[in-house]
Antibody, heavy 117, light 107 residues
Framework: QVQLVQSGAEVKKPGASVKVSCKASTYTFSSSGISWVRQAPGQGLEWMGWINAYNGERSYAQKFKGRVTMTTDTSTSTAYMELRSLRSDDTAIYYC??????????WGQGTTVTVSS | DIQMTQSPSSLSASVGDRVTITCRATQDISNYLAWFQQKPGKAPKSLIYAASSLQSGVPSKFSGSGSGTDFTLTISSLQPEDFATYYCQQYNSYPLTFGGGTKVEVK
């Protein structure tokens, strides 16, 4: 059973950076892609980007280009999402999700990121 | 980018009702359409992929149909555990995009 476990909640000040981790277990991490999706309070789902854990290929949503970096560490089966220059409207739950029958079959439990001065 | 429009944005239904949610894409996405269920405080759960295929373990009361630009999710007999928000998502091309969600509430 594929499982993704994300890092804990973060509180950041405007202008800071946050790095969220997503550790995979019980599947071949290096042959899969990981998407990152966020959800602002009371809002819908917003795709941020995707990374291929095998070759590092990436695709970022235009909205986040220049501010986000997605990486993977195949030795620990962990994916990372770093978001820089945080603003209050970056306050959200950040999810990682991995491929299966579609591109976002299995989801992590989510990481709450709060941006507040 | 492909825009996904879901309707209705919310609906009220009773236990035992048949519920249908629609999702429309702004361009042909073939059958690259997934449906998700999200309960408050929880991560989304994948229900359907390829427009009409049930994920493993998902009960058969859920069904999906459609291809091209128009899709539906049907819950044949609504149960208490089905009250949640449902999202469609196209994965035909990047950026992946979601519908705005349909909140299914108790009538």
């Amino acid at each position: 059973q594929v499982q993704l476990v994300q890092s804990g909640a973060e509180v950041k000040k405007p202008g800071a950076s946050v790095k969220v981790s997503c550790k995979a277990s019980t599947y071949t991490f290096s042959s899969s892609g990981i998407s990152w999706v966020r959800q602002a309070p009371g809002q819908g789902l917003e795709w941020m980007g995707w990374i291929n854990a095998y070759n590092g290929e990436r695709s970022y949503a235009q909205k986040f280009k220049g501010r986000v970096t997605m990486t993977t560490d195949t030795s620990t089966s962990t994916a990372y999402m770093e978001l820089r220059s945080l603003r209050s409207d970056d306050t959200a739950i950040y999810y990682c999700a991995t491929e299966g029958k579609s591109l976002t079959d299995v989801w992590g439990q989510g990481t709450t990121v709060t941006v507040s001065s | 980018d492909i825009q996904m429009t879901q309707s209705p944005s919310s609906l009220s239904a009773s236990v035992g009702d048949r519920v249908t949610i629609t999702c429309r894409a702004t361009q042909d996405i073939s059958n690259y359409l997934a449906w998700f269920q999200q309960k408050p405080g929880k991560a989304p759960k994948s229900l359907i992929y390829a427009a009409s295929s049930l994920q493993s373990g998902v009960p058969s009361k859920f069904s999906g149909s459609g291809s091209g630009t128009d899709f539906t999710l049907t819950i044949s007999s609504l149960q208490p555990e089905d009250f949640a928000t449902y999202y469609c998502q196209q994965y035909n091309s990047y950026p992946l995009t979601f519908g705005g969600g349909t909140k299914v509430e108790v009538k």
